[in-house]
């Protein structure tokens, strides 16, 4: 993988790698990564190429190697990995909601130590239940009443409640048909575009038209090798579904 520039680097971690549970080999071969604000980056690869484990890499939320974290130009030191996870949100194909309301899963972040001194306010419910064309009682519908997109939609709102930098997105779109998932594409985009100095997204997918709807910059992912193209590799094409 060539070097990215670190001069508007939200994000860079360097030497980033996962070896093998008998460290015969890497699951993720070493890399230096580097996310700048304003960056749309599809990350494409074929099934079982690694793209989620690099999703989670990332968010740090599995064990990995690195030599340095640098984020907003911070070195990341273990006390501000909750803080980082907040920060930079990764977004799971399979969404896990807690028992409640959609409401109760909105507030649900802000229950957490680190989140509890963090304003709600940036994130307008009202204006996404007009983006969703959603009526103002789904807000009381219950989380296990919720379609397979529902469970997206909601908990793409939940993240976005903590106005995070960086967005991993894995598959976010995959139970939604194609006018929601057009309308899910719009709604990153729109928050990206909010501040586009501050934020930045990582959006995995195998859908050709998609990444090129949403990308700018094109990550590709082989049998745990990372490299930049010049424009998307697709190889497993799907459809949204």
Not at 210 to 221: D, G, L, P, S, T
Request: hydrophobic share 40%; proline share 5%; with cysteine.
């Amino acid at each position: 993988m060539l070097p990215l520039a670190m001069s508007d680097s939200l994000l860079h971690i360097k030497n980033l790698s996962r070896q093998r549970a008998d460290e015969r080999g890497y699951l993720l071969h070493p890399t230096d990564i580097s996310i700048a604000a304003g960056e749309r980056i599809a990350v494409c690869g074929a099934s079982g190429s690694g793209k989620s484990m690099l999703l989670r890499a990332i968010a740090l939320l599995d064990t990995i190697d690195y030599q340095n974290i640098t984020f907003l130009g911070s070195d990341i030191k273990d006390v501000s990995i909750p803080h980082y996870r907040s920060q930079v949100q990764l977004i799971h194909q399979n969404v896990t909601l807690i028992e409640g309301s959609v409401e109760d899963n909105l507030r649900f972040p802000h229950t957490f130590a680190v989140n509890r001194n963090r304003v709600a306010t940036p994130f307008d419910i009202q204006g996404a239940l007009e983006f969703f064309q959603l009526p103002q009682r789904f807000l009381q519908r219950h989380s296990n009443q919720l379609s397979g997109g529902e469970r997206q939609i909601v908990n793409l709102w939940r993240s976005l409640a903590l106005s995070p930098r960086i967005l991993l997105l894995d598959e976010p779109s995959a139970s939604l048909d194609a006018d929601a998932a057009l309308r899910l594409e719009q709604y990153v985009r729109q928050w990206l575009d909010d501040s586009p100095n501050e934020r930045a997204y990582l959006w995995v997918s195998h859908h050709s038209e998609q990444i090129q709807r949403i990308a700018n910059v094109y990550w590709h992912v082989n049998a745990g090798v990372l490299q930049i193209q010049a424009t998307p590799v697709i190889t497993s094409p799907q459809t949204i579904a």
